[in-house]
């Protein structure tokens, strides 16, 4: 069992619509928790980080963190074309990162 | 504030060859870690560097080793180049070496022919 596990998708959305990303974990030393956001030929732009249980919220996006079930989601909010990118979790004590979600967002 | 810079870009290289890529990590961070970003295996770490000093190192062979100065600049080197090198190698800085965020370049994509 990997210690991240994340659907790879692709994750195909109309515009506007809510998007739901999730990432489980089986380490319970991770104490920080982050989400990257990858646009073809870029390196991975971090979207949000977080170190606690509960809701994180920025803009469209919104962290949600159960450390209790060892489950972290990132949620997109009228989503945009521009939001299409892959999407990676990541968590740390060591850092360890999620196979990334592909997210295609269509006009 | 200039973020991650990696140079170069792009590089094509045959087999059997050598490779240094460089780093330049955001002013004021002391960590510098290496990925290899592959289609097929997500990113991997390499190994990471805090002070001038090795702190992890992934399950890499030998061939791929680095090193930090004391600017906090970083190197890479694959020597003798395999096709599987291909690969795109991302630096990526933080301020310490546990629970800072890392903030990545946008990486050097390695052709191996």
């Known amino acids: 069992q990997k210690e991240v596990e994340q659907d790879p998708g692709p994750l195909s959305v109309p515009e506007g619509a809510i998007v739901s990303l999730n990432c489980t974990y089986s380490?319970?030393?991770?104490?920080?928790f982050m989400w990257y956001r990858q646009y073809s030929r870029k390196g991975p732009e971090l979207l949000m980080y977080?170190?606690?249980?509960g809701n994180k919220e920025d803009g469209r996006f919104t962290a949600q963190v159960d450390k209790s079930s060892k489950y972290i989601s990132l949620f997109i909010r009228d989503s945009q074309p521009s939001d299409s990118a892959t999407y990676l979790c990541?968590?740390?004590?060591?850092?360890?990162f999620g196979a990334g979600t592909r997210l295609t967002v269509k006009p | 504030k200039a973020g991650v810079t990696q140079t170069p870009r792009y590089l094509i290289k045959t087999r059997g060859q050598q490779v240094t890529l460089s780093c330049s990590p955001i002013?004021?961070?002391?960590?510098v870690s290496w990925y290899q970003q592959t289609p097929g295996q997500g990113l991997q770490f390499l190994f990471e560097?805090?002070?001038?000093?090795?702190?992890n190192k992934g399950n890499f062979p030998g061939r791929f080793s680095g090193r930090q100065f004391s600017n906090s600049r970083s190197e890479m080197n694959v020597s003798t180049l395999e096709l599987g090198d291909s690969a795109l190698y991302l630096c990526?800085?933080?301020?310490?070496?546990?629970?800072?965020?890392?903030?990545f370049g946008n990486g050097t994509r390695l052709t191996v022919t």
């Open positions: 990541a968590m740390a004590g060591d850092m360890r």
């Open positions: 380490n319970s030393a991770f104490q920080y």
């Open positions: 977080t170190y606690s249980s």
């Open positions: 560097y805090f002070s001038e000093t090795q702190r």
């Open positions: 990526a800085s933080s301020l310490t070496l546990e629970g800072s965020p890392l903030h």
């Open positions: 002013s004021g961070h002391r960590s």
